[in-house]
């Protein structure tokens, strides 16, 4: 006979010493600020130290993820504990949209999973700008605010299950 099931809740609290990297792409200007503002919010609550890349457009966000990940091998810092990924792609006229939306999504799923390092992926994707900027809004979606979160809430989990059975 099994004994009773225990669950455990991770609180909110600060992260001391974790440290995030934010990669945004600038494509559309207005909505990676609203999604920046969004994110750092979360993150300066959250208490982690946090650095910030820009690329062009959202099927660059993975690519920098991917030379994040491997840079600590060369520069000898300290990996990582998370990353938050903003950006938009809005749907167009052409098959584009469908290509850059799945394959960003796809390769950042891919490289939290290979890395064990978690992604919060706050590319939004929409028909017209005016949805993504409601979505990247703070006040409104804060779809920034949300991938911010997710990393926190992972790299909570992460400590947890990596920490001693005492400490728990």
Same mark, same amino acid.
């Given at each position: 006979?099994?004994?009773?099931?225990?669950?455990?809740?991770?609180?909110?609290?600060?992260?001391?010493?974790?440290?995030?990297?934010?990669?945004?792409?600038?494509?559309?200007?207005?909505?990676?600020?609203?999604?920046?503002?969004?994110?750092?919010?979360?993150?300066?609550?959250?208490?982690?130290?946090?650095?910030?890349?820009?690329?062009?457009?959202?099927?660059?966000?993975? *690519?920098?993820?991917?030379?994040?990940?491997?840079?600590?091998?060369?520069?000898?810092?300290?990996?990582?504990?998370?990353?938050?990924?903003?950006?938009?792609?809005?749907?167009?006229?052409?098959?584009?949209?469908?290509?850059?939306?799945?394959?960003?999504?796809?390769?950042?799923?891919?490289?939290?999973?290979?890395?064990?390092?978690?992604?919060?992926?706050?590319?939004?994707?929409?028909?017209?700008?005016? *949805?993504?900027?409601?979505?990247?809004?703070?006040? *409104?979606?804060?779809?920034?605010?949300?991938?911010?979160?997710?990393?926190?809430?992972?790299?909570?989990?992460?400590?947890?299950? *990596?920490?001693?059975?005492?400490?728990?």
């Amino acid at each position: 006979m099994a004994g009773p099931s225990t669950t455990t809740r991770i609180t909110e609290e600060p992260l001391p010493g974790a440290r995030i990297l934010i990669v945004e792409a600038r494509y559309y200007h207005d909505i990676a600020d609203a999604l920046l503002e969004g994110a750092r919010r979360v993150l300066d609550a959250a208490r982690v130290e946090w650095d910030i890349v820009s690329v062009p457009g959202s099927l660059e966000v993975p *690519q920098a993820v991917a030379i994040a990940l491997e840079a600590p091998v060369h520069t000898r810092r300290l990996p990582f504990d998370g990353i938050v990924a903003l950006g938009c792609v809005i749907r167009g006229e052409t098959s584009h949209y469908d290509i850059v939306a799945g394959e960003s999504a796809r390769a950042l799923m891919d490289l939290a999973v290979r890395h064990r390092v978690p992604i919060g992926n706050g590319i939004v994707t929409t028909d017209t700008h005016l *949805q993504a900027m409601t979505r990247a809004d703070p006040e *409104q979606g804060d779809k920034g605010g949300v991938a911010a979160a997710a990393v926190t809430s992972l790299i909570r989990v992460k400590r947890h299950l *990596q920490s001693p059975r005492s400490d728990r």
